[in-house]
């Protein structure tokens, strides 16, 4: 950016780095949403409130499905970055 740019941009610095830090809290929220480790661990804690009596068996499987579909996203995720799922 020139010069010019710049100064006639300025008034506008801290809302542009508040995008810039929302954007980052997102990706973070959003890599923790579907990291498969967090997603096992929320399976366990599910299948425990289960066992429990906690939640009813419909309860578990529309839960399951729901922390089914997030890791197969996650593992999609993790194929399209070049990354590996644990």
């Given amino acids: 950016m020139g ?7 300025l008034p506008f610095a801290p809302v542009r780095g508040s995008a810039w830090a929302i954007r980052q809290v997102l990706q973070e929220a959003e890599r923790i949403y579907y990291d498969p480790a967090t997603v096992r661990a929320e399976l366990s804690r599910l299948e425990e409130r289960l066992e429990s009596g906690e939640i009813t068996e419909d309860e578990f ?23 590996t799922a644990r």
């Fill in 3 to 9: 010069l010019v740019t710049e100064v006639l941009l």
């Fill in 61 to 83: 499987d529309r839960a399951e499905d729901e922390l089914l579909d997030r890791l197969e996203a996650a593992e999609r995720m993790s194929t399209r970055t070049g990354g």
